[in-house]
T-cell receptor
């Protein structure tokens, strides 16, 4: 079946602009996660949605970052007033129950 | 989340079994052991997970010691396409993953 999809695959933006990144999880998966991976760095957790529960936002690096998940499915990660240090690959994953997390291909964000 | 310790890198001959160790001595009773891998320029790929018992799927086997303080991921017949960074992660199921540096596995012909 279809895996996790993300769009756009690449995004180049100017410093100070806002960006929106989209994630379509696997159908039926109740949990959705956002991570990011900076060049040469490890994967860093950002935010986690589980069903109708309040999201775990503990990994968001600043209040410029926010995310929502509409209808328990699609999620959008928004970065306001982008900075150069926001340049990274943003990865979305989804899971169901105690199973593993299935990752999308990521969105490569470059802030110039 | 409990921390894990993995070797920085390992080499394996193509066609042979790759055995990747992981230490997680502070794992708590409700934490699972998860293995993921990341092939260059791709998103992480889920491989396998377990709580207490050994597990096997089409990709790999997971051997967890009786005291649950360590585990081994086994790729039974490594191929060049298995060259990747392998991450051992412990955590409660359904929770966020905390990635360490992982093990760079190089499969050589």
């Amino acid at each position: 079946g279809a895996g996790v999809s993300q769009s756009p695959s690449n995004k180049v933006t100017e410093k100070g602009k806002d960006v929106e990144l989209r994630c379509d999880p696997i159908s039926g998966h109740t949990a959705l996660y956002w991570y990011r991976q900076s060049l040469g760095q490890g994967l860093e957790f950002l935010i986690y949605f589980q069903g109708n529960s309040a999201p775990d936002k503990s990994g968001l690096p600043s209040d410029r970052f926010s995310a929502e998940r509409t209808g328990g499915s699609v999620s959008t990660l928004t970065i306001q007033r982008t900075q150069q240090e926001d340049s990274a690959v943003y990865l979305c994953a989804s899971s169901f129950g105690q199973g593993g997390q299935y990752f999308g291909p990521g969105t490569r964000l470059t802030v110039t | 989340d409990a921390k894990t310790t993995q070797p920085t890198s390992m080499d394996c001959a193509e066609g042979r079994a790759a055995n990747l160790p992981c230490n997680h001595s502070t794992i708590s009773g409700n934490e699972y052991v998860y293995w993921y891998r990341q092939i260059h320029s791709q998103g992480p790929q889920y491989i396998i997970h377990g709580l207490k018992n050994n597990e096997t799927n089409e990709m790999a086997s997971l051997i967890i010691t009786e005291d649950r303080k360590s585990s081994t991921l086994i790729l039974p017949h490594a191929t060049l396409r298995d060259t990747a960074v392998y991450y051992c992660i412990v955590g409660e199921y359904g929770n966020k993953l905390v990635f360490g540096a992982g093990t760079i596995l190089r499969v050589k012909s």
